[in-house]
Structures are given as C-alpha cells and as structure tokens.
C-alpha cells in the first residue's frame, strides 16, 4: 500500500493548485466523501462535527453542509476558536457556507463552555466527527483542542461512533506519536494511507481506515511541480558562509565553457562557494568568465590522475562534487575519474564523466558515495550497453531498474525527463526544443550539484530537472529557439526565487 508523509502531501496539493485543481475542489471532495462514511454508519440522528481552524476542519464544514441536505439528519458544528481565526480561504469559505445550510454553529473562544453551553451537545450527539486537527498538527496541544479531545474520547467510551477526518486527532501524520490523540472507530484518510497512521503505537487509535479518493490529477503526483520545491531546505537566517553549500566543479580541458557553465548555474541556484578545477590551458579563459568563480588549475592539458593529489583536499573541504562538463574523454581522464569518485561523499556525474562508469565502479561506491547522474538518452544508452527505449513506459521501466541496480538517482533528459532512484520515480516536463543548444545540459549539472549540497538527492535532482526547464521556458519567452545556456541561467534565480528555496 501507498504510503505518504504530510510534507508531500502538502506538495501534491500545491501541484495540483498549479494544475487548476484549486484547494476548495479538494476540500468539497473530503468532505462529501465523509458525509457519505457518515450516512452508512447512521441512518439519522443527531451529528456533531469538532472543527478546528485548519483545513481539517473545512472538510468538517463541507461535510455538515452535505449530511444537513440529507432527510434524518440534525447537524451541529462546533469550531474551535472564532470565525475569524478560521486560517485558510477555503475553510473560511465553506463555514460561511453554514448559516445557509441548516446547520447549527457553535463558536467555542474558553474551555471552560466546553463543561457548560457545549456539553449538552456532546451528550445528544449520536455520532461525532473528528476534525480538530489533520496533517497540520504541530507541537504540543493547546487548550480548547486539547480538552476536546477527551470530550470526544469520553463520548467513544460511551459506546458513539467516532470518525476521524483524514487522521485522529493528535497523531502526528508522519510518525504516529501523540501525547493525546481522538480513539477513532473509522479513520477516513484522503488520497493515501499517511505513514503515522501505521505505526504500533497509531494502530490502537486510528479503528478501521479507510483510503478514500479525492480527485488529485494523477499528473501532480507523477511530474515534478512547484508543489515539490516546497519540499527542499530553506535558507534559515544566521547561516554563515558556506552553510548552503560548497560545490566543486571539476571539468573543461578540451573545452572551457562547459565547466564555466555548470559554476555559475550552481551559483546562481544559492549555493555560497563554487570552486571550479580545470586543467591548466583553459584555467585563465575560464576565470575570465566572472569574476564569481574560485579557479584552481590542473597540472596538465587534460585531468589526469597525478591530479588526485591537488584535488584530494578539495573533494574534502567541499559538500558536493560536480564532474563531467568539457573533460573529454581521453583514456588518463577516464582513469583519473574512476579514481577521483571514491573520494567523493555526494558526486553529480554528467558528460564525459559518465564514460568512466563500469559496473565495477558503482559497485566500489555503494554506500560510501552518492550519486547522481545526469545522461541524455545516447549516455544511458552507453551506461547500460543498451539502446534506450522510445516509449516513456518503458524508459521509466528502464530508468527505475538501473537506478536500483546501481544505487544511484538517474536523471535521463528528454522531452519528459525521468527522474528515479529505484523506488520513487517523478517525470518533468518543463523546458523546451530550444533547449537542445549545447550549454543546457551543463547548467542542469551545476543546478544539480547546488540543491543537492542541501537536500537528498531524489528531491534534488527532481527539483534540479524542474528548475533547469522552467528557467529555459522564461529564457524561451523572450529569445525562441534562438536562447542560449547563458539566458537559462540568467533566469534560474528568478524561478528558485519564486519559490523561496534560494
Ligand atoms: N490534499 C490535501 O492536502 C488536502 C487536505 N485537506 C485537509 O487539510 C488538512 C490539513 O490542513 P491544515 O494544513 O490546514 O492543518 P490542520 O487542519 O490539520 O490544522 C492546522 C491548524 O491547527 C492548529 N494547530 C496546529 N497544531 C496545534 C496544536 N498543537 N495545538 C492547538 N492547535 C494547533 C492551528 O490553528 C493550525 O492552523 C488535511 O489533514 C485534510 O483534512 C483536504 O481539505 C483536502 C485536500
Ligand atoms: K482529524
């Protein structure tokens, strides 16, 4: 069974938002989905509905709302607090929703009601509806919510129906601890089973659970969004130079724009030191590029392996290494590679670096090195020794076996990318056909290393994938088919500030 932690649920929901699916859709679908729960468990009576100011509890106000359309029903919501202090839009809409739906309200602002106007309520109610807190519990319970969770646990005692909407109230979604929590005998969880909800200690709590479908559009679970780059670590004030990461680049040789690239994109996506090694003919064109840039040279023509000896403190004194961009593929190359990564703790491989890989090597490097790599499909065809399948199903079959085989996360860049590390797998489809100019793929790699250095490395290269497409589509705005990498970078850090993860 499918299990998901608020973090990603809070993703998908804002994926779908992007999508057009707005959050209030979301909501009436919860709460017809509990109303329905609710009549096959009561036939008619009187319902009480614990609300609490979160969008669980607009699930509540949507749910009274249908059953109070239902013959047989008396319906009363009590809220937690005031109507004003309800937190979101879409809750906010649906109580306003109530005063024109034969449902009594009752506004609970002191505990102390609870043990007086409130009581009788708790008393006649023949079925009582959970919804005090959902995914969004945080910290420890407060008052009145903390009372109302044993009026509701004394009336489950009594032998009432309790239903939980989404999870019982006081479980942490993620892990299933509570200091306090609502002893449910149906828990109505949405979309998909929330991993607290399994766990030993949640068992005793949550009664039977049911996994019930809301409507999310299967493309805001499968393709990266906006919704994702919520999920990355923010920049936390008092951070000191450094703390949001330290990318080593190493590349160029035959090339210097490559390695160029790759540093400035990994800059210009928040990391606070690039250190970029390049052989020594191209270390002076390559600092000529920004100002921005820390060159260190190589000592020969193209790296090779007396330069472990140069590059050992670096790999050490950086968070990630990003190889590949501009190296060639010259045999001491290849060598000095396979030589460098063991050295590694987190590495993003992209270009020729891929060339060096042998099943040898991920071998050596599982457990000690994190990997991801970034091919298009004519590299993952050399990686595997196989042609790269046309359909998306099977690339996706093909992409997810590999990853797993190896223990590395796969970014195969195409059309739709593919992004897998052997059990999740995320598709992206930003970007645009006038992205097939060289320089892009390097941007991408840089991109990469950067969030990597500060998050795991499925969600960063995810992230990466979608960040480096939507730059491009800006880029695309403005220049068509003619943009260039350099106009992809220039506009990453627009996209990564929109999303506040910079
Ligand atoms: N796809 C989704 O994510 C959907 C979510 N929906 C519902 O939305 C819920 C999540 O909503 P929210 O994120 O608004 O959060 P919640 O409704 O779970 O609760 C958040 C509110 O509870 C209060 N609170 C939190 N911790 C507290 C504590 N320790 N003591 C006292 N008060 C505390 C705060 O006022 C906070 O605003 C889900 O569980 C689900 O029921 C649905 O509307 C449908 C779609
Ligand atoms: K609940």
Do not use: W
């Amino acid at each position: 069974m499918k299990c998901i932690n608020s973090l990603r649920i809070k993703a998908i929901d804002r994926n779908c938002e992007c999508l057009g699916l707005l959050p209030v859709q979301l909501m009436e679908n919860a709460g017809a989905v509990i109303a329905q729960h609710i009549r096959e468990r009561l036939e008619s009576g009187r319902v009480l509905f614990l609300a609490g100011r979160g969008n669980n509890g607009g699930d509540a106000f949507v749910a009274a709302r249908h059953l109070a359309g239902s013959s047989g029903y008396t319906v009363k919501v009590m809220l937690l607090g005031k109507a004003r202090d309800i937190r979101t839009k879409e809750a906010l809409h649906n109580f306003s929703l109530l005063k024109f739906s034969r449902v009594d309200v009752l506004e609970i602002t002191d505990s102390s009601q609870l043990e007086t106007s409130a009581s009788e309520s708790f008393q006649e109610a023949d079925l009582l509806v959970d919804a005090v807190f959902g995914t969004g519990i945080r910290g420890k319970l407060r008052d009145p919510e903390s009372k109302v969770i044993d009026f509701i646990n004394r009336e489950g005692k009594a032998g009432k129906t309790v239903i939980s909407v989404d999870i019982p109230s006081g479980l942490d979604p993620d892990s299933g601890d509570f200091e306090k929590a609502v002893h449910a005998g149906l828990t109505v969880t949405f979309h998909h089973m929330k991993t607290g909800l399994l766990s030993e200690k949640a068992k005793e709590y949550t009664g039977m659970i049911k996994v019930a479908d809301i409507g999310i559009c299967v493309d805001a679970e499968q393709y990266v969004g906006p919704g994702d780059l919520m999920m990355l670590r923010r920049r936390e004030s008092g951070e000191h130079k450094g703390d949001s990461g330290k990318i080593l680049v190493i590349g160029g040789g035959p090339y210097s724009g490559a390695p160029a690239l790759a540093s400035l994109s990994a800059l210009k996506a928040g990391a606070d030191l690039v250190t970029v090694a390049v052989p020594e003919p191209v270390a002076e064109i390559v600092a000529s590029y920004s100002p921005n840039l820390i060159v260190r040279k190589l000592s020969s023509n193209v790296l090779c392996p007396e330069d472990l000896s140069i590059l050992m403190d670096l790999i050490n004194s950086h968070d990630v290494v990003v190889m590949g961009m501009g190296l060639g593929r010259a045999a001491e190359t290849l060598e000095a590679i396979r030589k460098i990564l063991p050295f590694c703790r987190k590495a993003v491989l992209d270009a020729d670096a891929l060339s060096s890989l042998s099943g040898a090597i991920f071998e050596s490097l599982a457990g000690n090195c994190e990997l991801i790599v970034t091919p298009h499909a004519g590299e993952f065809a050399r990686l595997r020794n196989m042609e790269t399948p046309d359909s998306l199903e099977s690339r996706i079959k093909a992409v997810r076996e590999f990853s797993e085989e190896k223990g590395v996360v796969t970014l195969l860049k195409g059309k739709i990318d593919i992004i897998s590390d052997g059990k999740q797998t995320l598709l992206n489809r930003t970007g645009n056909p006038g992205m097939t100019v060289g320089g892009t793929g390097d941007v991408l790699a840089g991109l990469t290393g950067s969030i990597f250095s500060r998050n795991p490395a499925f969600l960063a290269a995810a992230c990466a994938a979608h960040v480096n497409g939507a730059a491009g589509d800006l880029a695309f705005e403005k220049a068509g088919n003619g943009l260039l990498a350099t106009d992809v970078l220039e506009n990453i850090p627009k996209i990564i500030k929109a999303a506040e993860i910079g």
